[in-house]
């Protein structure tokens, strides 16, 4: 039986909304149940048609895209691909979104991401199945709450790390994507100012964006939080973000670990991407690594994962029941490389007490 994906669009402008009604009816998977011109209509269309998917503008009259994927994620939670603008405020707006409960989010301009139509129509509809996956938990204050069900910590290789007990890292390296920037909110929100192993974080995210993110991490965190730029120096108690659209990689110059930013190789598909930052840390730190692999399509981190493992550092993986989208970390997981799994409220706190703080 051939399960279908309910969607529901919502835009104020009537050429884009037909533009994407055409572009997803055309998978014979996905039924578009409704379109709505405002976020009003959207919160009462998601009442009554109960869709899989919304895909939602941000800026619409009467209501916006903001507050109606706040009232939906209070009383109908639904998974909500937002439709952004790759501009400093396009990104701000998004990820305000994302903090809201939306999933995921796509520029508005297709050209963007994709070099044509066809191109544009396969990766919004991969992206409106992923998403339809999964059903985000009701929380009080409207967000996906990743802690919502018990979870159970798995072990997958290895001893269970004991929580008690320090170890020494050079350097934490965190990947994500979808899903992420939520999930590292709630993952460096925990961590103290004294925090000593420098954090490096892969976040598949546009150019425009990492710079927003890292300035509202930043205000959110006790660590300083920063977009990386070639040259810096990894410090104790500072998180770096990979800038998007470049590569991030490191060095050792004169007993520091170092920072490189450059543009890459053009046929790498993700970046920044996790594999060129965990296979480039795994070569200068060795074992003193801890990688972590959080939420997101896909399989980037596993080989960077696995560079890491095979120089003795410590994998970890957040668990499926916590992950927006258990693509990477699964991909971790099933290659029998994470030391440990966990759900995603264990991960700030174990950082802690193993990292030290």
Request: glycine share 8%.
């Amino acid at each position: 039986m051939r399960i279908v994906t309910r969607v529901l669009v919502v835009d104020d402008s009537g050429f884009f909304r037909r533009r994407i009604v055409e572009m997803l009816e055309a998978d014979a998977r996905i039924q578009v149940v409704g379109t709505a011109v405002n976020g009003r209509e959207a919160v009462d269309q998601v009442a009554s048609l109960k869709p899989d998917v919304v895909t939602m503008d941000i800026e619409m009259p009467v209501m916006d895209g903001i507050t109606a994927v706040r009232h939906i994620m209070a009383s109908h939670p639904t998974p909500i691909l937002m439709f952004s603008s790759l501009t400093l405020e396009g990104a701000a707006a998004t990820l305000d979104a994302l903090d809201a409960g939306a999933v995921d989010f796509l520029p508005k301009k297709f050209d963007e991401i994709a070099a044509d139509r066809d191109q544009a129509r396969m990766l919004l509809r991969r992206r409106i199945h992923a998403v339809a996956r999964r059903k985000p938990a009701l929380t009080r204050a409207g967000v996906i709450n990743a802690a919502a069900k018990p979870v159970t910590t798995v072990v997958t290789n290895g001893p269970l790390l004991s929580r008690a007990k320090r170890a020494h890292f050079d350097v934490v390296a965190i990947a994500s994507s979808t899903g992420g920037p939520v999930a590292l909110t709630q993952v460096l929100t925990r961590l103290p100012a004294n925090f000593r192993p420098p954090v490096v974080v892969v976040q598949h995210m546009p150019a425009s964006f990492t710079p927003a993110f890292a300035q509202r991490l930043d205000q959110q965190c006790a660590v300083r939080v920063k977009e990386a730029a070639d040259g810096d120096q990894l410090r104790s108690g500072h998180v770096y973000i990979a800038p998007g659209g470049r590569q991030m990689t490191f060095s050792q110059q004169a007993g520091k670990l170092v920072i490189q930013i450059e543009d890459g190789r053009p046929d790498i598909h993700y970046k920044p991407c996790a594999d060129i930052s965990f296979s480039s840390i795994a070569a200068v730190c060795g074992a003193k690594v801890l990688g972590l692999v959080l939420t997101g399509m896909g399989a980037d981190g596993r080989e960077g994962a696995r560079a890491l493992k095979g120089q003795g550092a410590t994998i970890w993986s957040q668990d499926e029941a916590s992950s927006v989208i258990y693509g990477m970390p699964m991909a971790v997981a099933e290659a029998g490389l994470s030391d440990l799994v966990m759900p995603l409220r264990d991960i700030g706190p174990s950082l802690v007490q193993t990292a030290g703080g």
